[in-house]
Nanobody, 119 residues
Framework: QVQLVESGGGLVQPGGSLRLSCAAS????????MRWYRQAPGKQRELVAA???????NRADSVKGRFTISRDNAKNTVTLQMNSLKPEDTAVYYC?????????????WGQGTQVTVSS
């Protein structure tokens, strides 16, 4: 069984910062990547940022220069530091864990955390 627990969402003014964290626990051997997605009302879920087990990162163009993804392998946590937040960053943010076992991909999701950017 795999559990993902997210924390750090909330209400922030434009230009402010938030830090999201996701802690993975349980049967999590074979971690290949951890990601953050977001879904705004009426929109499809989109990839925000990802980090592989080797530390390679990528981010959506819309957040480059503002968001940073990092990972603590010892604690099996992934963090999304969000700076210079904009109203269009408002969404529910979801943590994703990708496990790779014998060539088969397994995806797990957190419950989501609300981020609201508003004055």
């Amino acid at each position: 069984q795999v559990q993902l627990v997210e924390s750090g969402g909330g209400l922030v003014q434009p230009g402010g910062s938030l830090r999201l964290s996701c802690a993975a626990s349980g049967n999590i051997f074979g971690i290949n990547a951890m990601r953050w997605y977001r879904q705004a009302p009426g929109k499809q879920r989109e990839l925000v940022a990802a980090i592989t087990s080797g530390g390679t990162t990528n981010r959506a163009d819309s957040v480059k220069g503002r968001f940073t993804i990092s990972r603590d392998n010892a604690k099996n946590t992934v963090t999304l530091q969000m700076n210079s937040l904009k109203p269009e960053d408002t969404a529910v943010y979801y943590c994703n864990l990708e496990l790779l076992r014998r060539g088969i991909r397994h995806d797990y999701w957190g419950q989501g955390t609300q981020v609201t950017v508003s004055s």
